[in-house]
């Protein structure tokens, strides 16, 4: 057998990137038609809003401050991202990492606003809560064969009403949000270790920022490393050669899914412990956040790497949306625009796929001309 | 003389990037002839039918149906010109009837009504014709491999196909059911249907062929009519050396028991009867117990019931002194049970992996593998698996890293054999460990399966092919209905007589 080089746009992780490339492109191309349709004279200048986010600002510091925001509400999203892509490389669906993200950010909250806990109590709670929930799905899926879809969807509901419920105990009296932290238990929030003066004294930087990127990096190090990554993508791939073998499949998909449940919900920890955002106890639809993990998970290609990367992007698209003129387009044209980007995400794969059958054919044409 | 061919394939070339899959192939098809077609794996028999059926376009040649040149750009082109194919791993909606599986794509229409009276009534005018008995009232998922494959054949019949390809259609057959389709075959070509028959098998190639075309890595070895050749003379024209048939192997020198099975009942999960039935016997160290029998009747289920796939619902086992009825799978295998799995995809690989991570399925837990704090150690797993490829010829595009989709059938049942044997068990059950394998392939396998029995384990084999059970077993049991029916010394019995314990007509009064 001669040893062959791969060539460069059959490997795996370039191909990834290509197709996350061209769905960004194309993403921001049907953003920009959209734009022209609905008010062709401002439409260049709002595209370029959305890309450029903070750098609309001018001033150096004021940018730092809000790349600092954005960083914010990246940690949780990638957080949600890792926790599809967790469940995803082991061959289960986490449509829950919502539900997970909601109780998560209930326990963090209670605990905080309620109980006074420090902040890493606080913090542990909302890993438990979140591992909890997933473990329920898991259980379902290994015991009853349930589907976790199913039994994540309704999950995601009882949980957002349950926090609901729970949250109105520490809830301000003239208004449907939560305490603010930093006037009622200021030792919840997240240390800043100084992280905050880096992006011009923006107190809601934290140690999520750093944290979440290492989340990721540990995610891979399980996924590609570990005796634990080989079992569980094992019992993804094939359960009943996991079986086989003596692993124990049920075991495996219960601990996937708490695996999972627990990213998401430090996630939510991440997010809400840093007092950036209340909960809004009248809330009837379940945060977006989890949902959008699936977009980042899959425009990152489906790698914990990619996923920083594509969870940043996401959010860097969606805070610029803020930005764009509002006396042109309504107030959720924001929303639509990472909307749309979102959308075309989906179809990282399906790029991926059109790559390899073109690489095929052009093969095939050659033929027997060679290797 | 221009002879009557109803199909014919001219100097057929079909290259792939790096090989050449078809090298200049010429298949002629008189009309109303039996035509076999031998070559091992990968020797370009199923690129040839994707040819034919118009999945591929050759590069090279031309097809031509009943002297006139025509164009297969698709299979509708194929069934429109009247070829149809049985294919190895039936095309059957499990869910439907026979007769719905006959009709589906040709359904008889009014109005947009089916008209079923009317397809029933073809069918069982077919079925009478050709004596193909199938009922066509039944679900697929309830009826016996030989009715399904006989549902196939009418499908092809109902369309009014008058070329017949049969890819390996013995494989799953029991040595009565082979016989009667032999028959069909006969009543096919003697009612003037061409049949295009697809094996590696000589025997039958030998009793219903009229001629045989053979194909030796991707090229035409040549045509020879049945009636002037021998099965040696093909072989060597398939394999290109000589092949030993018969199993060499010195006389089994039993040792101590190493597995004891009593009473073991296992439930079914198809019906509420159980599917193993109290069933007891021993296997010894140095010698091949052969589990012989006809596909579904335990087998699967008893193999389960001793690996730990399914629990027991009562009898007790005992594997080397020790107790294990109740033992997780893992505990069997670490005490020293190797299993190598019927079904190589479902059980025996995680296809998706790479080859060496299936290399080390049963053995990734151990030290020699694994950190104590849980971390793979790559670089032993890489020379645990490389070593196990030169040592057991594992053949593949990129050696260890090669993903195990895309290997042969027969290099990955290779790997599993490899992994299986390395363990060292004390005891080894193969099941069906050469299915689908070609004639070099099931030589090695036998070979490593005496070997083993040589170095004093303890193997059970479970097989549906006779031949293999009368050539490698030490000791025949037969297993009909979930039930032992009887013991053989395979120097003493003939495979006729084997056949009626099998299909359950005849057993042993009190033995057993």
Redesign the interface.
């Known amino acids: 057998m001669k040893k062959e080089k791969t060539p460069l746009l059959r490997n795996g992780a370039v191909q990834s990137l290509l197709a996350s490339l061209l769905c960004i492109l194309i993403g921001l191309l049907l953003g920009y038609i959209a734009l022209l349709l609905i008010n062709p004279a401002g439409a260049g200048e709002a595209i370029l809003t959305i890309v450029k986010n903070f750098m609309t600002y001018s001033r150096t510091t004021a940018q730092l401050k809000y790349l600092g925001s954005t960083l914010v509400k990246t940690a949780p999203l990638l957080m949600c991202s890792l926790s599809i892509l967790f469940a995803y490389k082991v061959g289960l669906f986490n449509i829950g990492a919502a539900g997970q993200y909601v109780v998560g950010a209930g326990a963090c909250l209670y605990c905080a606003l309620g109980l006074h806990l420090p902040w890493y109590l606080c913090f542990v709670a909302a890993v438990l809560a979140g591992a909890l929930l997933g473990a329920v799905s898991g259980m379902l899926k290994a015991y009853c064969n349930v589907n976790e879809v199913i039994s994540c969807i309704m999950l995601n509901w009882i949980s957002l009403y349950s926090v609901n419920t729970l949250l109105t105990k520490v809830k301000e009296e003239t208004s449907p949000y939560t305490y603010t932290l930093s006037s009622t238990s200021p030792e919840a929030i997240l240390p800043s270790l100084g992280l905050g003066g880096l992006f011009s004294k923006n107190q809601y930087v934290t140690i999520a920022v750093p944290l979440s990127v290492i989340a990721a990096v540990l995610v891979w190090v399980l996924l590609e490393k570990t005796k634990l990554g080989y079992e569980l993508k094992a019992t993804g791939c094939n359960k009943f050669a996991a079986k086989y073998c003596g692993m124990r499949e049920k075991k495996n998909l219960i601990l996937t899914m708490a695996i999972a449940g627990a990213l998401a919900g430090m996630g939510a920890a991440m997010l809400f412990l840093t007092g950036f955002e209340q909960w809004q106890c009248t809330q009837s639809a379940v945060p977006a956040m989890g949902f959008n993990g699936i977009a980042a998970a899959f425009l990152g290609g489906l790698s914990p790497i990619g996923a920083i990367f594509s969870s940043y992007f996401i959010q860097h698209i969606t805070n610029g949306g803020a930005y764009v003129d509002k006396t042109m387009y309504s107030a959720q044209i924001s929303d639509f625009i990472s909307a749309l980007i979102i959308y075309l995400c989906g179809f990282v794969l399906f790029f991926k796929v059109a790559l390899n059958r073109w690489l095929n054919r052009r093969d095939e044409k050659k033929g027997g001309g060679g290797k | 003389m221009e002879e009557n061919y109803a199909i014919e394939m001219l100097n057929i070339t079909k290259?792939?990037?790096?090989i050449?899959a078809n090298d200049n192939i010429t298949l002629q098809l008189k009309k109303g002839e039996i035509h076999a077609l031998l070559g091992e794996n990968g020797a370009g028999k199923s690129t040839l039918m994707s040819v034919l059926f118009g999945l591929y376009q050759p590069?090279e040649g031309s097809i031509r149906k009943n002297g006139q040149p025509v164009s297969i750009r698709d299979p509708n082109d194929a069934n429109a010109l009247g070829i149809g194919m049985v294919h190895q791993h039936f095309k059957l909606v499990e869910c439907f009837t026979v007769l719905d599986n006959i009709i589906m794509g040709v359904e008889p229409c009014k109005y947009g009504f089916l008209q079923k009276a009317e397809a029933r009534e073809k069918v069982l005018a077919l079925s009478e014709k050709y004596g193909l008995k199938v009922d066509p009232d039944a679900l697929v998922e309830d009826i016996t491999v030989g009715m399904q494959q006989r549902t196939e054949i009418l499908k092809m019949l109902y369309r009014e196909n008058e070329i017949l390809i049969f890819d390996e259609p013995t494989a799953v057959l029991t040595p009565q059911e082979i016989n009667e389709l032999m028959q069909i075959m006969r009543n096919l070509s003697a009612e003037g249907k061409s049949i295009l028959f697809i094996s590696h098998k000589l025997g039958e190639i030998m009793a219903v062929a009229n001629r045989c075309s053979v194909l030796r890595k991707g090229k035409y070895m040549g045509t020879v009519s049945i009636a002037e050749t021998s099965q040696e003379e093909l072989s060597r024209m398939m394999v290109g050396r000589d092949v030993s048939f018969a199993v060499e192997k010195a006389p089994a020198k039993p040792g101590e028991v190493v597995l004891d099975v009593k009473g073991m009942t296992v439930a079914s999960k198809r019906h509420n009867n159980n599917a193993v039935k109290d069933v007891s016997f021993q296997v010894r160290r140095g010698e091949i117990v052969c589990i012989a029998g006809i596909d579904g009747n335990g087998q699967t289920e008893l193999v389960y019931g001793l690996?730990?796939?399914e629990p027991l619902k009562a009898g007790t086992l005992t594997l080397n002194g020790q107790d294990i009825t109740r033992a997780?799978?893992?505990?069997?295998?670490v005490s020293g049970m190797s299993?190598i799995?019927e079904d190589r995809h479902?059980?025996?690989?995680?296809?998706?992996?790479t080859l060496e991570?299936n290399m080390v399925?049963?053995r990734?837990?151990e030290h020699h593998f694994?950190t104590p704090a849980?971390?793979?150690k790559?670089r032993a797993i890489r020379e645990y698996a490389v070593g196990l490829i030169e040592q057991y010829d594992v053949?593949?595009?990129?050696?260890p890293v090669t993903p195990a989709r895309s290997m042969s059938g027969g290099n990955q049942q290779k790997a599993i054999i490899a992994r299986e044997i390395d363990k060292d068990p004390e005891l080894l059950i193969a099941v069906q460990p050469t299915r689908g394998l070609d004639v070099g392939a099931i030589e090695y396998i036998h070979k490593q399966i005496v070997a083993q029995r040589d170095a004093g384990k303890g193997v059970l084999l479970v097989s549906l092919e006779l031949d293999e059970v009368m050539n490698v077993s030490d000791r025949i049991l037969v297993m009909c209905e979930g039930e032992i029916v009887g013991e053989f010394d395979p120097k003493k019995v003939t495979v006729e007589e084997l056949g009626l314990y099998m299909a359950g007509a005849k057993r042993e009064g009190a033995a057993s």
Do not use: A, C, M, N
């Open positions: 290259r792939f990037p790096g050449v590069e690996t730990g796939l997780p799978i893992r505990k069997r295998s299993h799995p479902k059980h025996g690989l995680v296809l998706d992996y991570d399925l049963q990734y837990f694994v849980g971390f793979l790559r053949r593949s595009g990129q050696g």
